[in-house]
């Protein structure tokens, strides 16, 4: 049987089993048995190359046609197949429907809205500010100037935009202590406000160190206030958050747009004290850096500083949900793992 013979014979076959086929998966194992890498058709079409010039021309084009004819018929068998199912298909309206997964809030964004809550019932806004932050507001107007050492320790994500001077200008915010100047020049005195948002650092991950993560910026200016008026409010949010007393410790810190500047901490509520990677294997964890605002910083508000005071803190919010619900990891929080994130 020649070349020609064979194509149309194979042809005849496929034809006469479309026909009687009613069923997807046999059409599919028809459509591997013919057309698959190592089908019946796709044989005989890859040995069409070893034949002579005059050969191969005629017996090409008969095959390629051949081939396009059982493509098109298969198409049209599979689509006859599947509006038929559909079409007898029947739908019980009175079963239960499927259950549809719902999404819900992220951890982060719960504690925030009960913080959000707290400082409310206390007087506060509730204010926002641009995660692409000017250096002007980033750094220079808290009192950080390009030359200040102090950068170093909030070293950031620079855009590629440069200013008249030919200067980077632009960077994604390092703390959401960027809004404090911004809030002064647009509300004036007395103040009170908080500024939740999102934070980003240049700086290598670990267990309680991210680049992207959390922050809640406070602020209170007003006449005569005090360190004490700073460390009163952070114990009724820390209770109120925890629903309990909580056991922190205040020691001396540094921070260029505070003076004096401290740092709270808190017991570690993984380890209760003991010690782990969360807390470094202190005991306590960073939670708020704070301290009187620096009267440079009011300068840049356009706020006298011999006839007003305040208090500005840096709440680690990303950490405070680590302590609230005893996780180990700040990573997993952006990590999309919906495992960790369904058990809030």
């Not at 599979?78 to 259950?99: A, H, W």
Request: proline share 4%; aromatic share 8%; glycine share 6%.
């Amino acid at each position: 049987m020649n070349m020609k013979d064979k194509l149309l014979q194979l042809k005849d076959q496929v034809l006469k089993q479309l026909v009687n086929t009613k069923d997807v998966s046999v059409l599919r194992n028809l459509e591997i048995k013919y057309l698959g890498r190592k089908g019946e058709l796709t044989k005989i079409l890859r040995s069409v190359v070893d034949m002579g010039d005059v050969e191969k021309k005629d017996i090409g084009k008969l095959a390629n046609n051949i081939k396009t004819e059982v493509i098109n018929k298969f198409a049209e068998v599979k689509n006859s197949i599947l509006t038929k199912t559909v079409n007898q298909s029947f739908v019980d309206v009175t079963l239960p429907g499927k259950i549809i997964d719902h999404g819900h809030l992220h951890p982060v964004t719960q504690v925030q809205n009960e913080l959000e809550d707290l400082f409310i019932s206390m007087g506060f806004m509730v204010l926002d500010g641009p995660e692409v932050e000017s250096d002007y507001y980033n750094f220079e107007a808290l009192n950080m100037p390009p030359y200040h050492p102090a950068r170093d320790m909030q070293d950031t994500f620079y855009l590629d935009h440069k200013n008249k001077e030919k200067k980077y200008d632009l960077v994604m915010r390092t703390h959401t202590s960027n809004v404090q100047v911004r809030a002064m020049q647009k509300y004036g005195v007395p103040l009170r406000c908080i500024v939740p948002g999102v934070v980003f650092r240049s700086e290598a991950t670990d267990a309680c160190h991210d680049h992207t993560f959390y922050q809640l910026e406070g602020l209170m200016i007003d006449k005569d206030i005090s360190i004490t008026n700073l460390i009163a409010v952070t114990k009724k949010v820390l209770n109120g958050i925890f629903k309990k007393e909580m056991e922190i410790r205040i020691r001396p810190g540094y921070f260029p747009f505070v003076e004096p500047a401290i740092e709270i901490d808190i017991k570690c509520t993984i380890c209760n004290g003991k010690k782990c990677s969360a807390c470094k294997n202190s005991g306590w964890l960073e939670l708020l850096p704070a301290g009187m605002v620096h009267p440079n910083v009011l300068k840049y508000g356009g706020i006298d500083s011999k006839k007003y005071s305040g208090f500005a803190f840096g709440l680690g919010l990303t950490r405070l949900v680590m302590m609230k619900y005893g996780i180990n990891d700040i990573r997993l929080f952006n990590s999309g793992d919906l495992r960790f994130l369904k058990q809030f």
